[in-house]
Nanobody, 119 residues
């Protein structure tokens, strides 16, 4: 059974960089056919796809967040990370990591972690 678990600070100050880690168990992040994704949900709004990384380290980003987003992976720890720079209160959201399985489904999700941007 594949499990994903987000970790990171719950409170970030404006203008700082938000860093979150997703630890994957029960499966390798180097397996092909999968894209390891970050998705967020601001309060009162829908899900927003932020970006993903695949088994060959290729990254994909939302155009609206691309200039502030970086996704990387640590295969030795079976983890992938999200960094979002220059955060503002509008980046306050529940952040999820998820596995996207080709051709078209998110089959595993983390439980989500609340991140609040506030001074």
């Amino acid at each position: 059974q594949v499990q994903l678990q987000e970790s990171g600070p719950g409170l970030v100050k404006p203008s700082q960089t938000l860093s979150l880690t997703c630890t994957v168990s029960g499966g390798s992040i180097t397996t092909n056919l999968y894209y390891w994704s970050w998705i967020r949900q601001p309060p009162g709004k829908g899900l927003e796809w932020m970006g993903a990384i695949n088994y060959s380290d290729r990254t994909f980003y939302s155009p609206s967040l691309k200039s502030r987003t970086s996704i990387s992976c640590d295969t030795s720890k079976n983890q992938f990370t999200l960094q979002l720079s220059s955060v503002t209160p509008e980046d306050t959201a529940v952040y999820y990591c998820a596995r996207y399985r080709l051709p078209n489904e998110y089959d595993y999700w983390g439980q989500g972690t609340q991140v609040t941007v506030s001074s």
